[in-house]
């Protein structure tokens, strides 16, 4: 026991210097902030400036959506028109023939976009171009069904 008392407990003088680890932590904040800069400088980039508006008239078109349900039913801009299964749909054609002669009187583009179902039968997808056809409707095409 009497050597127990003796001994004295002994520390360890070894410290941790974080005065390079605080060197290489500065160095890389200043590299990572400098980077972003050099490389937005290679752009050659100009900003746009302002300028007074323009009198150029932008012409919208006159848009028109057709939706072909699965039993094959039509809705033009979300009312239904035409009884489903028929193969020609007249009151469609002639709805599109007044929409089209309306947006000529404007001078506006007519434009038809069909939204087929993919459960859809196809032959109302043809029946549908071929109303736009009889309407004289030259812009359609086709989106994913909403």
Known sequence: MAGK?????ELSN???ELTS????VFLLLIYFMYLP??????????LPVDL????VKTILPNEQSIDINP???IMLNGAPIDAPGRTEFVELANTLRRLRESADRSQT???????ADADSPHQASISVLDACAIAKVTSVSFSKAQ
């Open 71 to 73: 039993d094959g039913s």
């Open 109 to 115: 583009p007519t434009v038809v976009t069909i939204f």
């Open 37 to 46: 800069m050099g490389q937005e400088a290679d752009l050659k980039m100009q």
């Open 14 to 16: 070894d410290k941790f």
């Open 5 to 9: 008392k003796g001994k004295k407990l």
């Open 21 to 24: 680890m605080i060197d290489v």
């Open 52 to 55: 007074p508006p323009t009198d």
